[in-house]
């Protein structure tokens, strides 16, 4: 009985029980004597006692085996990337002057009643600065060129090639949190070149590791275009 695991393991009694009665029909009748019905017997009824003694140590290990395969698949499934993110508002606008947009530019930002003060000096629009902000809230702010889409005949695609516009420069301004309005005062050399208030009702949430990992953060965004 000691090889007979394999074929019991697939085995259910009613088969078993299906399968004897087989090899006894098939047997010749002379030799269907008592001796050889106490055999069959006696193997059937072994056969049905080891499915009964292992078939229970065979569903427990089946069913470990396959709380195994679902945790295993569970653990693939559930990997995450750690990739962080904030809650933030931002604007964004470009600025197109008739005098040379070099020289020292500062920005006063309420948001929400906090000041932050922002300020950088410009001296090649061409490259793109970060600017240093202070105050109660953290801001994260850039200013750089304008740039739009090259126009010439040298069979390039618009949609990858870029050119500077001489005139423009473009700022954005990116505030932590979930603000509901910011109010932004920009000038160059003491000129006010804008002086406008965005407000934020409607924030999108987005997860930067998808929708099962965290974290979850929420967003919105303004864009002012041309001033």
């Known amino acids: 009985m000691a090889n007979c695991g394999p074929l019991l393991r697939f085995m259910s009694a009613r088969k078993l ?17 008592r001796k050889v019905s106490f055999a069959f ?23 470990v085996e396959a709380r195994e395969s679902r945790t295993r698949s569970a ?18 606008a470009t600025i197109r002057a008739k005098t040379p947009l070099h ?7 309420a948001i929400d009643g906090a000041t932050v003060l922002c300020s950088i000096e410009v001296k090649d629009i061409k490259q793109l ?24 005949k040298s069979g390039s695609d618009p949609a990858f090639a870029r050119e500077y516009v001489p005139e423009g420069l473009r700022w954005e301004v990116i505030a932590v949190g979930r603000p509901t309005e910011i109010h932004v005062v920009h000038s160059k050399d003491g000129e006010i070149l804008v002086d406008r ?6 924030y999108r949430l987005h997860h930067p590791n998808g929708e099962r990992c965290g974290p979850t953060c929420a967003a919105a965004r303004v864009d002012w275009g041309v001033l």
């Open 103 to 109: 020289g020292k530019h500062d920005f006063k930002l």
């Open 197 to 202: 208030r965005a407000t934020f009702s409607t």
């Open 129 to 152: 600065h970060v600017v240093a902000c202070h105050g109660g809230v953290t801001v994260w702010m850039s200013i750089g060129p304008e740039m739009q889409p090259k126009q010439d």
């Open 41 to 63: 017997e006696g193997c059937r009824l072994g056969m049905l006692s080891a499915l009964v003694c292992h078939g229970g140590a065979w569903a427990q290990q089946s069913g």
């Open 75 to 92: 653990n693939v499934s559930q990997a995450c990337s750690t990739t962080g993110c904030h809650d933030s508002a931002g604007i964004t």
């Open 17 to 33: 029980n299906w399968l004897f009665g087989r090899l006894r029909h098939n047997i010749p009748r002379h030799s269907q004597n």
